[in-house]
T-cell receptor, first 117, second 108 residues
Framework: NAGVTQTPKFQVLKTGQSMTLQCAQD?????MYWYRQDPGMGLRLIYY???????DKGEVPNGYNVSRLNKREFSLRLESAAPSQTSVYFC????????????????FGAGSRLTVL | GENVEQHPSTLSVQEGDSAVIKCTYS??????FPWYKQELGKRPQLIID?????GEKKDQRIAVTLNKTAKHFSLHITETQPEDSAVYFC???????FGAGTRLTVKP
């Protein structure tokens, strides 16, 4: 049982390049999330998917796109990377689905460190 | 949407002392309040949570208290140890949005 798996762990890009961060969970969770964490700062929600087939913007969605490929996988794409997107990206998943859910325990992946030069 | 504020942003204590981190929330309909711990270079992990029908919950040296009237909740760590050094995050309601985090340093 691997939990939440993110790839790659590290990536260096040049400004303007594109890339996709992959995330997969094997816990049969309904909801999946992408966060970014800048040095000394908290976790900011980029996009989330409450259930398979749906995606919604979080706090900082500009410059990103997401795809909920199936129940297991949720990818984050940077179409034209900018230095401001240098950050550590965390994928997370939770069993709960829907906006009226109560306890929503998140399980995080190990993180992906992205540097944009 | 829910707005969660967390204080202090940094906290330094001597080993063996207690540490308290406080969060306030805006949505009175919030009913779930988790706390996550993130050690340096690691992923955040849930350490304790509380539902709105309970005022306090304890798990060994950590406890969470909730004041629904005032819309605030707190994490209490007693007899702190160096391994408690980490960043702690609170969240409210559906828990996908977090407070800004508190960096706790426990000095030996």
């Amino acid at each position: 049982n691997a939990g939440v798996t993110q790839t790659p762990k590290f990536q260096v890009l040049k400004t303007g390049q594109s890339m996709t961060l992959q995330c997969a969970q094997d816990m049969n969770h309904n909801s999946m999330y992408w966060y970014r964490q800048d040095p000394g700062m908290g976790l900011r929600l980029i996009y989330y998917s409450a259930s398979e087939g749906t995606t919604d913007k979080g706090e900082v969605p500009n410059g990103y796109n997401v795809s909920r490929l199936n129940k297991r996988e949720f990818s984050l794409r940077l179409e034209s990377a900018a230095p401001s997107q240098t950050s550590v990206y965390f994928c997370a998943s939770s069993r709960t689905a829907g906006p009226s859910s109560g306890a929503n325990v998140l399980t995080f992946g190990a993180g992906s460190r992205l540097t944009v030069l | 949407g829910e707005n969660v504020e967390q204080h202090p942003s940094t906290l330094s204590v001597q080993e063996g002392d207690s540490a308290v981190i406080k969060c306030t929330y805006s949505d009175s309909a919030s009913n779930y309040f988790p706390w996550y711990k993130q050690e340096l270079g690691k992923r955040p992990q849930l350490i304790i949570d509380i539902r709105s029908n309970v005022g306090e919950k304890k798990d060994q040296r950590i406890a969470v208290t909730l004041n629904k009237t005032a819309k605030h909740f707190s994490l209490h760590i007693t007899e702190t140890q160096p391994e408690d050094s980490a960043v702690y995050f609170c969240a409210a309601s559906k828990a996908e949005r977090f407070g800004a985090g508190t960096r706790l340093t426990v000095k030996p």
